[in-house]
């Protein structure tokens, strides 16, 4: 990816892997000016990640209205924002960052998403496998354009197992059963005001035109 959507007003949504009745994985999304990712899942009943460590990722939870951390998936949960579903955000000390003018000033980077079932086997386990203990995972890494490993430039690229991933999900039986996910269809997507964007668009103080803007202002509001 080279380049995401800044402008306000607007939700711009990328590698968002979708399938019909309310399943939803967004690999990479963000409001405005936002220059952190956030990764997030929604779903129906059924999907908790409350057992998932921040140890086994480098980002962090995202904290529901309550101010305790967003892990668990159905977009109707007790607690919750509406919608909000199970979030985790890219740390924000992080450098390239994954998201924004920053992202787009250095040439962009390369999301990775794994959507995997079974365990690693002994070979190709990563290196925190001891902090992986689930039977799937659901897992996101970015590499800036700088450091994007041999591994995903090659015609056959392959996951980077050996790497701690920025989001990670489990998919076990006990978390979040394989059935919650299956029909997938990746979806890039920039959308104009919305649930999140709308509101974020009020909170920002963008409510009023601004004296001598003109469309030239906005072209920066495309993804590549």
Not at 115 to 126: D, L, M
Not at 183 to 196: E, K, N, S
Request: glycine fraction near 10%; proline fraction near 8%; include cysteine.
């Amino acid at each position: 990816m080279l380049h995401v959507s800044l402008a306000q007003s607007q939700f711009s949504l990328c590698c968002n892997v979708v399938s019909l009745a309310n399943r939803a994985c967004h690999g990479t999304q963000g409001v405005h000016t936002n220059t952190d990712n956030t990764f997030s899942m929604h779903t129906i009943p059924g999907c908790s990640q409350q057992s998932v460590s921040e140890s086994s990722f480098n980002g962090h939870w995202i904290n529901s209205k309550t101010g305790n951390p967003a892990t668990n998936c159905y977009i109707k949960y007790p607690g919750q924002d509406d919608n909000q579903g199970c979030s985790i955000g890219s740390n924000p000390e992080d450098s390239p960052k994954p998201y924004g003018a920053p992202f787009n000033a250095a040439g962009g980077g390369v999301y990775v998403m794994l959507w995997e079932y079974s365990k690693p086997t002994a070979a190709a386990a990563p290196q925190h496998a001891e902090e992986v203990q689930d039977d799937g995972h659901i897992s996101l890494w970015f590499f800036g354009r700088d450091s994007i490993p041999q591994d995903l430039l090659g015609p056959s690229p392959r996951p980077p197992l050996d790497v701690k991933p920025m989001g990670r999900y489990h998919t076990s039986e006990q978390d979040c059963p394989a059935g919650h996910f299956n029909q997938q269809q990746m979806i890039f997507d920039i959308t104009l005001c919305g649930q999140w964007a709308g509101r974020e668009f009020v909170n920002a103080g963008c409510g009023q035109a601004t004296p001598g803007q003109t469309p030239e202002d906005a072209c920066d509001a495309y993804a590549l």
